[in-house]
Structure formats: C-alpha cells, structure tokens
C-alpha cells in the first residue's frame, strides 16, 4: 500500500547529493519538499497559461482566472470551509496572522485582554504585542510545562468576560506538541472570545475540519504543506470576515473608487488587494490533492513510525535530553547534547549531508523557559526513512564524539 521506493522518486531532490553524501532532509518543520506533479504545474502555468485573473476578457485570462479559482474551491473543501469566500489566499501564514491581528485593532480597546499560549512561533505573537501597543488591549500567556504541554488550567483562569481573542498554534513547531484545541475554541466561545489556530505546523500532518472545530480563523502556508512558498490560507467565518476592516487597499480589493469615498468589494476580494501568487495558489491546490491522494491518515501513521525510531535511538545517546515530551506530538525532536552547542551538532552533521535546523526556532519563549539557547531540531515527514534515521543517528554520535 505504502510504497516508499516510488514516493521517494516523486520527490526529484531527494535524489541530491551534500558533500559527496546523499541528501537526508530532515529540516520539514521548516519547509517540506515538493513533489513532481506540484513542480509540474507550476511549470505549465508559466509555459502555457500565464497572465493576470480576474480582469481580462481574454482566454488566457479567463484559463488562469478558473484554475485559481478552482484551487480556492479545492482548498475550502479541504479544510471544510463552508463558503468558497471564506478562504482567502495569502502570502503565508505570517500574512494571515497580521490580517487579522491588524484587524482587530479596530475591534478592541484598552483593558480588553487577548490570550496567547508559550508555545508560540514568533509569528504568532509579535503581530498581536503591536495590537496590543495600538489599542492599549492586555497580552495574557497560557503557560507550558516540563512536557511541552500547555497548563489548560491556567487556561480557564485566564479566560474572563474581557477576553476577546484567543491565538494558539494547533502543534507547535519547535516541540511538535499537538495542542488540544477543540476545548481551546469552545472554552473561549463561552466568554464570546474569537479564536485563531495557527495550523503551520499541522497542516503537513493532519486535516483540519473548520467547522467541526467551529474555529474563527485558522492559517497555514503552502510550503510547509508540499506546495510553493508565497502562499498560503486564511480561512475565516463570514461573519468576521465581514467584521474585519481590510487590510491593505489597492486594485482587486474595491467595488467603486473615487476621490470622496471607496467601497469595498465582497469576500474574499476584500483582503486580496493587487496581483495575488497564481502560480502559487494553483499548485497549493495540486499540492493538497497530491497528500490527499496519499491520505493523511497514512501519512500521519508512517510519520509516528519514524517519530518512534528514532526517539528511541537518540535516548540511547548518553548526554541526549528530547525537549517537547507529550503523549500528543508530530514527528519533530528538537534536542540538546550536555555541553555542546546545537549549532556545531548542525556544522558537523551538514557535512555528512543531514539537513537539520539548530537554534530556537522562531519560538525564543520556549528556549527560555527551559533555559537554553536553542536546540537541534530533526523533524521528519512520511517520505524519510528509517534508513536515513540511522544515518543520522551514526552522525550524531561522531559529532558528540569530535565536540565533547
Ligand atoms: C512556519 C510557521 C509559521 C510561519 O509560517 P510562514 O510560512 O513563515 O509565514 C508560523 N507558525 C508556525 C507554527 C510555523 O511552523
């Protein structure tokens, strides 16, 4: 069923060679890698249907406007938007987050209170901490523990009749924890708090259903999902959406301009000004049908197989501490050898042609909570092998051996 051998050879990077030694990409945390058939389009648009949407009468026009189009539609059903209009194309999660939290400026004012979890990536915080600094509105943190786990108990204490949004990412990528975030939305709704899921790190593992999760917003990025960077989802309800002022003006995004006054158009125009990724947002849409077609139940299956194995081989490494240890979690270690600093680990084993990324991962909070300055990350996705996890687990022992 699961035929790694001809997955492997959809993916024509993995075929690369670093330093003389075959590639082992385990920086997918990061960025995934993208198969042939995603690649494909992104050449046929160029090659054959290039040219800019929604405004010309002309065939290529009128070609590249459908295929986009037919991507919002492909990727609404994905994450079970109920409207086509509630999925708005953007540059990528960090896109999404600052619409929205520039958004709410106009929403909020002083003393109300937002809620952020210690699990953050920077993405997700900054934008709401200069919100907070606009409107005067109080930044409130659930905090985490030893595990990596978010303290729900915290949680509901944080919760009051002054809360008005709620922003925790579904996993986080520096631990790989997968928060509970159905009981995050519904405690919130019952203060009347909206809530966004920063899915980035999700998306590449688990398909998340909008509204079963009754979520107010929730983002990702294409290219953490098998798809091209630049582009990426906001999906929101059409009820805040409709709430939400826009948030850049330019074409696209207006139904009629004069010098007195200008109206906006409907959803999703409304947060598309200008000339959006076509190319981007047509292979988004093949990317998704490309996991689809393997399953996310499949690849969430293969991926906890690797997590395992190679959890288990790196405890054998004396001196070896794993941070991020919940039950609940994606397949991302992020670790730390007694003494040695992650990058050098990250020096060494590139020269070996391990991809691996070391530092704090967007997400300096965590680091500080535990004390140290970053971390060795290795995160895998359902095409690595456990092959390649001895291989890296050979250059992690020479590494340890050549630095302590
Ligand atoms: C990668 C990531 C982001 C940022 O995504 P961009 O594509 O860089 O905008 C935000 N949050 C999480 C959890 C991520 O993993």
Redesign the pocket.
């Known amino acids: 069923m699961f035929d790694i051998d001809s997955i492997r050879t959809e993916f024509p990077i993995l075929k690369r060679t670093i330093n003389g030694k075959p590639l082992v990409y385990f920086d997918n ?2 960025t995934s890698q993208t198969p042939q058939v995603v690649i494909d389009a992104i050449v046929d648009y160029y090659s054959n249907y290039n040219a800019n949407i929604h405004r010309g009468v002309h065939t290529l026009s009128q070609e590249a406007t459908d295929k986009y189009e037919q991507a919002r539609i492909k990727i609404q059903k994905h994450f079970n938007a109920k409207k086509p209009y509630e999925v708005i194309l953007t540059a ?4 999404s987050i600052n619409i929205v939290a520039t958004g709410f400026s106009s929403l909020l004012k002083k003393g109300d209170e937002v809620i952020v979890s210690a699990l ?2 920077h ?2 915080i900054v934008p709401w901490q200069m919100l907070c600094e606009r409107t005067g509105a109080i930044l409130k943190v659930i905090p985490m523990n030893e595990e990596g786990e978010l303290q729900m108990d915290v949680y509901d204490e944080l919760l009051t009749a002054k809360t008005k949004v709620v922003f925790v ?1 579904h ?3 520096a631990l790989g924890t997968i928060n509970p975030i159905k009981e995050i939305i519904d405690k919130a709704h019952k203060f009347g708090a909206a809530v966004l899921i ?1 899915g ?2 999700a998306c590449p593992h688990i398909k998340p259903n909008v509204q079963e999760l009754d979520v107010d917003f929730y983002v990702a ?1 294409a ?2 999902i098998y798809g091209p960077t630049g582009v ?1 989802i906001l999906y929101g309800k059409e009820e805040w959406l409709n709430k939400l002022p826009p948030y850049q003006g330019g074409g696209e995004m207006i139904k009629e301009v004069t010098f007195e006054k200008t109206t906006y158009a409907d959803l999703p125009h409304k947060f598309e000004a200008g000339t959006p990724n076509i190319c981007g947002g047509i292979a988004f849409g093949v990317a998704l049908d490309y996991a689809n077609n393997i399953g996310f139940d499949v690849i969430a299956k293969r991926e906890n197989e690797l997590l395992v194995y190679a959890t288990k081989k790196l405890l054998e490494i004396e001196g070896l501490r794993i941070y991020g240890t919940s039950e609940e979690k994606t397949a991302v270690i992020s670790f730390n050898i007694d003494g040695i600093h992650p990058y050098d680990i990250g020096v060494i084993i590139d020269k070996l042609g391990i991809a691996v990324r070391t530092g704090h991962h ?1 997400a300096q909070p965590i680091m500080n909570f535990y004390k140290i300055p970053g971390t060795v990350r290795a995160s895998f996705s359902f095409y690595n092998t456990f092959e390649e996890i001895d291989v890296f687990i050979t250059a992690v022992k020479r590494a340890k051996m050549m630095l302590s």
């Open positions: 945390a990061a990528g999660t960090t896109h953050e990536h993405s997700n990412n996993v986080s990528n920063d980035a790190q990025s290219h953490k990426g967007c």
